[in-house]
């Protein structure tokens, strides 16, 4: 999996702060080029009298941009390049400028709306992950305050089929190249009072999962440590409750099976996952 550069939308705010601390550590740990972007609305072009007013505005844009990207710097140092982008929507304005700086993942920080240590969808990541040609990753809300120094582990959520094994092959050469240890995962959701045919159908299925899981890993452990792990749990929350995380955590999901070829495209269960986790978690676009 590529990962020479990094791309994150930056605001002055706590999310903004959220996604430049996690994508200084990605792109510290995996070598890669950082590039900082603030995302401006357009200038008007009104004619006529409105000229003067749209000169005010424009000046005021440019003020604003420098700084934030002030403030940018200050937080990401001097290894990392600061850009200012135009276009009407940030998600959208991310997506033109990870095609336009061939980045190869896009990172920011979780909606204001979340719980500290969670993670929110809002419009800026609900464009880009319906729509970005590079994975997108995501920040928990506060993950500024407290960092890792490190990351600890690749974890990726494993259902099988062509998407999810070409996630575990993709997520096996980043885990490479930061020297990281790879989990693969499975969760199994069952109802709150199983009747005996469906307790029946879950050992079934714990059993078909964990073949998948030893299936999935094999061919990789040569060139990282890989284990496996069944989450089991009433919904995906308490699946992913029930399992052991570490500080430095990152979860990688595939992108839905029913996506574009080459674009994120977020599904149903990646969707719980998202919201559901106290990690950092990377959604990856959907390869043929």
Same mark, same amino acid.
């Given at each position: $999996?590529? #990962?020479?550069?990094?791309? %994150?939308? #930056?605001?002055?705010?706590?999310?903004?702060?959220?996604?430049?601390? /996690?994508?200084?550590?990605?792109?510290? +740990?995996?070598?890669?080029?950082?590039?900082?972007?603030?995302?401006?609305?357009?200038?008007?072009?009104?004619?006529?009298?409105?000229?003067?007013?749209?000169?005010?505005?424009? =000046?005021?844009? *440019?003020? +604003?941009?420098? !700084?934030?990207?002030?403030?940018?710097? *200050?937080?990401?140092?001097?290894?990392?390049? #600061?850009?200012?982008?135009?276009?009407?929507?940030?998600?959208?304005?991310?997506?033109?400028?990870?095609?336009?700086?061939? =980045?190869? =993942?896009?990172?920011?920080?979780?909606?204001?709306?979340?719980?500290? @240590?969670?993670?929110?969808?809002?419009?800026?990541?609900? +464009? &880009?992950?319906?729509?970005?040609?590079?994975?997108?990753? &995501?920040?928990?809300?506060?993950?500024?305050?407290?960092?890792?120094? %490190?990351?600890?582990?690749?974890?990726?959520?494993?259902?099988?089929?062509?998407?999810?094994?070409?996630?575990?092959?993709?997520?096996? *050469?980043?885990?490479?190249?930061?020297? &990281?240890?790879?989990?693969?995962?499975?969760? /199994?959701?069952?109802?709150?009072?199983?009747?005996?045919?469906?307790?029946? $159908?879950?050992?079934?299925?714990?059993d078909q999962a964990a073949a998948d899981l030893?299936?999935?890993?094999?061919?990789?452990?040569?060139?990282?440590g890989v284990e496996v792990e069944l989450l089991?749990?009433?919904?995906?929350?308490?699946?992913?409750?029930? @399992? +052991?995380?570490?500080?430095?955590?990152?979860?990688?999901?595939?992108?839905?099976?029913?996506?574009?070829?080459?674009?994120? #495209?977020?599904? !149903? %269960?990646?969707?719980?996952?998202?919201?559901?986790?106290?990690?950092?978690?990377?959604?990856?676009?959907? %390869?043929?």
């Amino acid at each position: $999996m590529k #990962f020479d550069n990094v791309l %994150t939308g #930056f605001l002055p705010l706590p999310q903004g702060r959220d996604g430049l601390a /996690l994508a200084v550590l990605l792109a510290r +740990q995996a070598g890669a080029r950082l590039t900082v972007a603030t995302v401006q609305p357009p200038a008007w072009g009104a004619p006529g009298p409105a000229r003067a007013d749209a000169s005010a505005w424009a =000046a005021y844009l *440019e003020e +604003q941009a420098v !700084d934030t990207l002030a403030q940018a710097h *200050e937080l990401a140092g001097e290894d990392a390049d #600061f850009i200012t982008h135009t276009h009407k929507g940030s998600g959208r304005g991310l997506v033109e400028l990870a095609r336009k700086r061939g =980045a190869d =993942a896009v990172v920011i920080g979780s909606a204001p709306g979340a719980r500290v @240590g969670r993670i929110a969808v809002g419009s800026t990541a609900d +464009q &880009l992950l319906h729509a970005s040609p590079v994975p997108v990753v &995501l920040a928990p809300r506060g993950y500024a305050d407290n960092p890792p120094a %490190t990351l600890d582990r690749l974890t990726v959520a494993y259902r099988r089929g062509p998407c999810a094994d070409a996630a575990v092959k993709r997520a096996a *050469e980043l885990a490479g190249r930061m020297d &990281l240890p790879l989990r693969l995962v499975t969760l /199994l959701l069952s109802s709150a009072r199983p009747v005996k045919v469906e307790l029946d $159908m879950l050992a079934r299925l714990r059993d078909q999962a964990a073949a998948d899981l030893n299936a999935a890993a094999r061919g990789h452990r040569r060139r990282t440590g890989v284990e496996v792990e069944l989450l089991e749990g009433r919904s995906v929350a308490a699946a992913l409750a029930s @399992g +052991q995380w570490l500080a430095g955590d990152l979860i990688i999901c595939a992108s839905s099976d029913s996506g574009p070829l080459r674009r994120v #495209f977020l599904g !149903d %269960t990646s969707i719980k996952i998202v919201r559901a986790a106290t990690c950092p978690v990377m959604i990856l676009t959907r %390869t043929p």
